[in-house]
C-alpha cells in the first residue's frame, strides 16, 4: 500500500476514534449543561448521592423530607421539557460550615459529569451544633446524556 494511502487511513481512524470518546461542555444551543438554582444546609438527604428529578410532581415529592429547609418554589418553575434538576448532597453533617457549589460540567462519552465543590469548617473555627443536610440543587440539561455522574473538583479536601 503506498504511503499516502496508508497516512490517509490513519488520519481516517484516529478521526473516527476521536468522534467516540466525544465530549462537550455546552448545549448545542451553547447554553450551559448545567447551573446552580440554589443550595442549602437544610436539604433533608441524610445519606450522600444525588437525586434526579424530571417533573414539578417529583419535586412536590421532597416536601415529605423531615428536615428540610430549602425553598421549593423556585424548583417548580423549571421547564422540565429542556432542564431537569439535581440535588448533590453530601449527607447529614454534625455541625454548619459544610457546603456544596457546582464547579463544572461536561457529557463525556454520553454521562453527564457535575464537578462540585464541598467547603468544610476549618480545624477549631466555631460553628453550630446542629445537624445539618448540605446540597446544591442543579438544573442540567435534559438531552445528550444517558447517566449522571457527581464528583469532587480536584484540589478539593
Known sequence: M?????VCCLLVAMFLASGCASSRSETEEGGPLARQITQSAHCGL???????????????????????????????NIDFEREHLVLAAIG?????????????????????????????PAPGTIVTQALTTPCAVIAVTAEG????????????R
Open 145 to 156: 446524556w444517558d447517566g449522571i455522574q457527581i464528583t469532587r473538583a480536584e484540589n478539593n
Open 92 to 120: 447529614q453533617k454534625p455541625t454548619g460550615g459544610f457546603g456544596v457549589t457546582l464547579d463544572s460540567s461536561e457529557i463525556r462519552s454520553g454521562t453527564l459529569e457535575l464537578r462540585v465543590r464541598v467547603t468544610e
Open 2 to 6: 503506498p504511503i499516502h494511502a496508508r
Open 46 to 76: 441524610t445519606a450522600p448521592g444525588q437525586v434526579h428529578l424530571t417533573s414539578r410532581e417529583e419535586v412536590q415529592r421532597l416536601e415529605a423530607l423531615p428536615g428540610r429547609n430549602l425553598s421549593l418554589e423556585s424548583l417548580k
